[in-house]
């Protein structure tokens, strides 16, 4: 018979998810996917699909919180019931069962955890990341290139959806921008700790000597604001350029001019996209992440809180928040919360989750006056 004791364990993980129900509010929650539902209902919704793509979503996320939260109290239970299976029958593939679900257990609850912290304002909003390559010459786009697969690789673990709206390719290698909107719960809130500038050291792949080289790419999250009449913007104030879609090496991939670039002339802010198969689309898709980024710039004024949220990132020396170092040693490192881990191919594999936890708790730690 084994003598296998997980009692304290499950306690505490019991403690820290009641604490985290209460926070979520279950009832609050059921009762909100129970008007969503029937808003979505509704014979005519889709007369307005705008409307009813929103109805939709939100009903879709918070089931997704709901059905998580239910799964975890389910797998609390049946880790208990294998525990003492375990016990009874002596089953040493039970223990190592129970072990490897305790250890599960453990990371969803700190998850979960991380969670009940983004309650700020836009926090539940799906994010619009920008990647842009900075000082580094050829390193830094090909660096660039390595985030934006890191973050659609996290996206893809976590069974987020991810639309990538605009590719800038460099000459050589890797890539000038990149923008996606990852379409999730807390997206916002969540990547958001990944903004600022990234910094690369490594042997470089593009120096015939072999020299190690430092390179810069700067990561820019916005909320992706639901569809709304506080910005209004006249035509006059944009200016719309259609191009021909390209791909690496200035490879054509739609034979129409359908990639559309839109520049908000009062600002200069510039946002392109040509995932979409139509012109009309990509215009469609382009102007809604610029009403996203306009409500974010009229707010930020109202607030004077400019930058608070996207930041004024340079990608270059001084203000890096993340270091990958792959020569002469092997690590990645947040400099703001010194969170590191030894191996930076899971990291840029979309092993992310420890760095954006430490960075949640790190931005809700009390301001020292």
Not at 303 to 311: F, V
């Amino acid at each position: 018979m084994l003598d296998l004791d997980l009692s304290a364990q499950i306690a505490s993980i019991r403690a820290t998810f009641q604490d985290i129900r209460e926070v979520v509010d279950l009832d609050g929650l059921r009762a909100e996917i129970a008007d969503l539902s029937a808003q979505a209902g509704v014979p005519d919704l889709w007369d307005d699909t705008e409307k009813a793509q929103e109805i939709t979503s939100a009903l879709s996320h918070r089931q997704s919180e709901l059905a998580r939260i239910v799964a975890i109290e389910q797998q609390l239970d049946d880790l208990e019931v294998l525990v003492e299976l375990a016990n009874a029958e002596g089953d040493e593939d039970s223990a190592a069962e129970a072990r490897t679900e305790l250890a599960d257990l453990q990371k969803q609850i700190g998850n979960l955890e991380v969670q009940t912290l983004l309650n700020g304002e836009y926090d539940p909003l799906p994010a619009v990341v920008t990647i842009r390559a900075g000082a580094g010459g050829v390193d830094a786009a090909d660096f660039a290139d390595m985030l934006f697969r890191m973050y659609l690789r996290w996206a893809e673990q976590h069974k987020y959806k991810a639309t990538v709206l605009d590719t800038s390719y460099a000459e050589e290698a890797g890539i000038k921008s990149a923008t996606f909107e990852i379409d999730a719960p807390y997206a916002f809130g969540t990547l958001s700790v990944e903004a600022g500038t990234h910094r690369l050291v490594r042997m470089s792949p593009f120096n015939s000597a072999g020299k190690r080289q430092t390179s810069f790419a700067a990561v820019e999250v916005v909320p992706l604001m639901a569809e709304t009449e506080e910005v209004d913007i006249p035509d006059n104030d944009i200016r719309v350029d259609v191009f021909r879609s390209s791909g690496p090496g200035g490879q054509s991939v739609n034979t129409t001019d359908s990639a559309v670039r839109i520049t908000h002339l009062p600002t200069g802010i510039v946002v392109s996209c040509q995932n979409e198969k139509s012109q009309i689309q990509n215009r469609a898709a382009a102007m809604r992440v610029l009403k996203s980024r306009l409500l974010l710039v009229q707010r930020e004024q109202e607030n004077a809180k400019k930058k608070e949220l996207a930041g004024n990132i340079t990608a270059s020396w001084g203000d890096q928040m993340r270091s990958y170092v792959l020569a002469p040693y092997q690590m990645v490192k947040d400099l703001r919360t010194d969170f590191e881990v030894n191996n930076p191919q899971n990291v840029f594999d979309g092993d992310l989750d420890g760095f954006i936890a430490a960075g949640i708790r790190w931005r809700k730690q009390p301001v020292d006056n």
